[in-house]
């Protein structure tokens, strides 16, 4: 069967579409991970979230091979920076990729594509379009879980998680403050129903899921973590601990606790977005950059 090429779904959320994305981002990444900043957990936890651009997800890109997909074309939550990713048999589709990029996934005529500095191949693709490296960069980092030491919590915190008697009030506490908004949240039900969007995925494990609850109720800490147990590694999103809270160990216990989880389900490596020094200092190690290249697109 020849390549064809077709836009993503207008439908919302967990379509068929999404699928066929997920188990795209499971397979390329199933004997070596080649895409570390856009794992199916980023997807899964990228689709749900409140900044997710469903008006515009049409824009993204599919190119399939008798029915599975075998390229993407994507943003990560809206449109100005994409993504672009190919399975092994299907690498001589890049160029067409970055064409369609330039064209489709811009937003008002500016585009960042964020190439890994190991992917040569795509780094001349875009070059030969008229992209250009940028200063900007991405930094992935991982973690040996067999190398991970245990941590307790200090006096009085306790573990919880949406396995548990999850507090959807306090979970959006904690993820308002710990993303440093000023004050209390609202506490409508309006933004109460975003917060259980955002954790809806049918690929969540909930004992993942976890939250470090202080001695009067208040969630302080969090973290989201995503595994199956067919992989290798878990990805670690997102990471949030409350201002109040912070430098008393909370936000490493809460990480290595989910990564701990994971480790007891199969998983070897831990893997997360970010080069801050809280991660580094917890125990993850730089393992790979992306750069984003920059280039005026042009409209199709």
Known sequence: MSVKFRHYTDEPFFSMDYQKVRDFLIRINAERIVSPRFLWGAWEWGIT??????????HIGLW??????????TYESTLGEGFIFTDSQHTALKPELVTYARQSL????????LISDHDIELQRSAFAQGFRPTQDRDRLSMLDIDQLDYHPLPEGYSFV????????????????RGFNHEGSPPD???????RKQML??????????????AADGHYVSHCGSWYRPEDTYCYIEPVATDPDYRRMGLGKAVVHEAIRRCGALGARQAIVGSEQPFYFNIGFFPFETMTYWSSAAKEG
């Open 161 to 176: 998680s949406l396995a548990d008697d999850w507090n959807w009030h306090q979970y959006h506490r904690v993820m308002w």
């Open 200 to 213: 809806s995925s049918p690929m969540i494990r909930p004992e993942l899921v976890l939250a470090v609850a």
């Open 49 to 58: 979230h409140a900044g997710w651009d469903q008006e515009r997800q049409n």
């Open 106 to 113: 811009h937003n008002q005529g500016k585009l960042r594509l």
């Open 188 to 194: 409508d039900e309006a933004s109460i129903a975003v």
């Open 64 to 73: 399939e091979d008798d029915g599975q997909i075998v390229a993407l074309a």
